[in-house]
């Protein structure tokens, strides 16, 4: 039986793992095989995930197509698609933040024949536009949602005090912010006004951009953006993954890998219902699907935190200013 949540106060019932994309740009991850993501997409489909996560600005527009191609063969009453605006493209790939209103209906209407659907379940402010009214941004949203383009919005990248800006103006149901384990700063402030406030929520790099996997032993090196982030260099990268790797013992007394361990503790946040994974293989999809319903005891979950409590985050901002 698939496992299915209620997403905030939305109408929509998702899956707790939801596939996300952002492997499909190649400034950050290098080339990725497109066949290899479909398959992962289809193995994510038949594992019980139906909430697939992308954004305009993964590969300036491949991985919203990547998807398009994926969505075309499966039940679309079945998908729940969420992606994200806030970009403007130039010729020469340069990008600056633009949220006014021609420009999100424009980016719309793309993306829209890119995935191949007629609306979009989730549509995302992707990061904060500093010289568009908040007030024009949600109006257009809304007129968008009148029109049947797009069924819910909200934002992804925004601290509390921006949401709750926002959602003073319209219906915000749904917040993307970053966490995991080793960058839970949203704890204080962003995940409690979300449970008081029924807001659907879905961290992003919940696994730490991989970090917190068990994959790594910390004397790796990288090709992709990881090469630049302090995480994964020197003495801190080889004291964080030495913490990872210090909870294998506890993770196989569950019958569970590192990877599914973290990925169920994070998900029993009572302001979390949903974790967003980065996948590039059927077998790394299919790893985080066990994951989904595996819980741990109350003294596990805090012995788990404690042992990750090793080094707090370094935010590394990427060209358009946002951390993602």
């Not at 960058?183 to 992003?204: F, N, R, T």
């Not at 974790?275 to 999809?285: D, S």
């Amino acid at each position: 039986m698939s496992t299915r949540v209620r997403f905030g106060s939305t109408d929509l019932e998702v899956s707790p793992v939801c596939f996300g994309t952002w492997q499909l740009s190649p400034r950050f991850w290098g080339d990725q095989p497109k066949d290899e993501l479909l398959r992962a997409m289809r193995a994510a489909y038949e594992g019980g995930i139906n909430f697939f996560d992308t954004a305009d600005a993964y590969g300036d527009g491949l991985a919203e197509t990547v998807l398009g191609e994926f969505l075309a063969d499966v039940p679309r009453d079945e998908i729940v698609v969420c992606t994200k605006v806030f970009n403007h493209f130039n010729p020469d790939a340069s990008r600056y933040p633009d949220l006014s209103p021609a420009h999100i209906r424009e980016r719309c209407e793309i993306e829209l024949r890119r995935l191949g659907v007629d609306t979009i379940d989730i549509y995302l402010l992707h990061m904060v536009d500093s010289l568009t009214p908040m007030a024009d941004v949600t109006q257009t949203l809304d007129e968008l949602l009148r029109e049947g383009k797009i069924r819910h919005y909200g934002v992804s990248n925004h601290n509390v005090e921006q949401f709750r800006a926002l959602r003073r103006l319209g219906r915000y149901e749904v917040q993307q912010p970053p966490y995991s384990f080793i960058a839970k700063e949203i704890e204080k402030d962003l995940l409690p006004y979300c449970e008081s406030e029924d807001v659907g929520v879905m961290v992003y790099s919940p696994l730490h951009k991989g970090l917190l996997t068990g994959k790594y032993v910390g004397t790796e090196e990288f090709a992709d953006f990881r090469q630049f982030h302090p995480d994964f260099q020197g003495e801190r990268f080889q004291r964080i993954a030495t913490a990872v790797q210090g909870v294998r013992t506890l993770a196989e007394g569950y019958g569970m890998s590192i990877y599914q361990l973290i990925l169920g503790a994070t998900l029993m946040h009572p302001g979390i219902q949903v974790a967003v994974v980065g996948i590039k293989t059927e077998a790394q999809i299919r790893e985080a699907c066990a994951a989904m319903g595996k819980t741990i005891s109350r003294p596990d979950w805090h012995a788990l935190r404690q042992q990750l409590n090793v080094a707090a985050p370094v935010k590394i901002k990427d060209g358009s200013g946002g951390t993602k």
